[in-house]
């Protein structure tokens, strides 16, 4: 089983919809989420960090994070063209011995937003 | 803002040829990471550090080492480069209680 899972998309969806991205992880002890949007050619960007359970709005970003089913995931509303991209899931995964752990990205997501 | 700087955009090796590519951050994060990145097969780790000295190996290590003689600098070394070495190298890194920060990648080919 992967680190890291994200629902494989592509995912395709109207200008003004809602985009709805999923990413599951398999290690509990696992400590800080982020989403990531990349452009092709691109290094990531970061759009949201969560780190306890709930939800974490942020413009039209929403980062939801449950922890007992270990998933969590990113709602983008109100759509926009140049929100089509690649968006990366990223778990910071706790390590014996290291401060903070290691840092594991999903396969990513390809989200294109048509006019 | 914190600033990860890699040293080349784009790089074109020979075969057998010894690579470097250096990483340099300027926020005294511990961690530092190093990925590729393939189409289809996302980011993948190669290489942590999290102190000067201290290496991790990650998920695909074979074919490469690293060096973090200091704090600030975390570099990639493949020992004798490969035409399956051709991708888009990541370098991260990450101070609790911030977010990883990229540097801008070294898209790499090797002939």
């Known amino acids: 089983q992967k680190e890291v899972e994200q629902n494989s998309g592509p995912l395709s969806v109207p200008e003004g919809a809602i985009a709805s991205l999923n990413c599951t992880y398999s290690d509990r002890v696992s400590q800080s989420f982020f989403w990531y949007r990349q452009y092709s050619g691109k290094s990531p960007e970061l759009i949201m960090s969560i780190y306890s359970n709930g939800d974490k709005e942020d413009g039209r970003f929403t980062a939801q994070l449950n922890k007992a089913s270990q998933y969590v995931s990113l709602l983008i509303r109100d759509s926009q063209p140049s929100d089509s991209a690649t968006y990366l899931c990223?778990?910071?995964?706790?390590?014996?011995?290291?401060?903070?752990?290691?840092?594991?990205f999903g396969r990513g997501t390809q989200l294109t937003v048509w006019p | 803002d914190v600033k990860v700087t890699q040293s080349s955009r784009y790089l074109v090796k020979r075969t057998g040829e010894k690579v470097f590519l250096e990483c340099v951050q300027d926020?005294?994060?511990?961690?530092m990471f190093w990925y590729r990145q393939d189409p289809g097969l996302g980011l993948r780790l190669i290489y942590f550090?999290?102190?000067?000295?201290?290496?991790e190996k990650g998920d695909i290590p074979e074919g490469y080492s690293v060096s973090r003689e200091k704090k600030e600098r975390f570099s990639l070394i493949l020992e004798s480069a490969s035409t399956n070495q051709t991708s888009m190298y990541l370098c991260?890194?990450?101070?609790?209680?911030?977010?990883?920060?990229f540097g801008s990648g070294t898209r790499l080919t090797v002939v």
């Open positions: 550090s999290y102190d000067v000295k201290m290496k």
């Open positions: 991260a890194s990450i101070s609790a209680p911030g977010h990883p920060n």
């Open positions: 990223a778990v910071v995964r706790g390590d014996r011995g290291s401060t903070l752990g290691r840092l594991y």
């Open positions: 926020m005294d994060h511990e961690n």
